[in-house]
């Protein structure tokens, strides 16, 4: 059966530490889609990444990263040199190629502190 | 463009009382969905759309309709309103669901 976890409820770090928020999902597709949407305290739903599951480089944008390793099934992200600004909840989601609907994680709630 | 749109922003019914959520996009997307999220927890699907004329229920449909006439308007329709109810609503809508989604601002509403 579909499934994403992520098993990192909340996580607090001090402003620029490095952090790595976990995703690890489930799949008997061999073609699927894997998100992250980050959601700031002000409530709304942004969209940061997709990957495709023929693709397993490994993506940069800035301070953000993200490692997609198939042997596990997980799909990490990172922030480099933390800041305030990155406080939020940041969500996984798994799209099958035959399936309608999207599998969200729970989320991580991360707090950077100054 | 507006990208996905939600009105109202805010809303307090009763509980047995009707109401209707809107949600428009002008993305000329094809996938629109409606989720709640209740507080400190994750998204769950209501209903979704994968065209004008053709919807379909998703982890929690009870309690709620859908109908999809145009591609741009996705509305959601409280049928009679329950304590349970009490959530924020997001609407989404995308090329299909293997591509990103936009997300409106959500409506929070309070059932009492």
């Known amino acids: 059966a579909q499934k994403v976890t992520q098993a990192q409820t909340e996580i607090s770090v001090v402003e620029k530490e490095d952090v790595t928020l976990d995703c690890v999902y489930e799949t008997r597709d061999t073609t699927y889609y894997l998100f992250w949407y980050k959601q700031p305290p002000s409530g709304e739903l942004v969209f940061l990444i997709r990957r495709n599951s023929f693709d397993e480089q490994n993506e940069i944008s800035g301070r953000y990263s993200w490692n997609f390793q198939k042997s596990t099934s997980s799909f990490n992200f990172t922030i480099t040199a933390s800041q305030v600004v990155d406080s939020a909840v940041y969500f996984c989601?798994?799209?099958?190629?035959?399936?309608?609907?999207?599998?969200w994680g729970a989320g991580t709630k991360l707090i950077i502190k100054p | 463009n507006a990208g996905v749109t939600q009105t109202p922003k805010f809303q307090v019914l009763k509980t047995g009382q009707s109401m209707t959520l809107q949600c428009a996009q002008d993305m000329n997307h094809e996938y629109m969905s409606w989720y709640r999220q209740d507080p400190g927890m994750g998204l769950r699907l209501i209903h979704y759309?994968?065209?004008?004329?053709?919807?379909d229920q998703g982890e929690v449909p009870n309690g709620y309709n859908v109908s999809r006439s145009t591609t741009e308007d996705f509305p959601l329709r409280l049928l009679s309103a329950a304590p349970s109810q009490t959530s924020v609503y997001f609407c989404a809508s995308s090329y299909s669901p293997s591509h990103e989604q936009y997300f409106g601002p959500g409506t929070r509403l309070t059932v009492t």
């Open positions: 989601a798994l799209s099958e190629a035959d399936n309608y609907q999207l599998i």
């Open positions: 759309s994968v065209g004008a004329g053709i919807t």
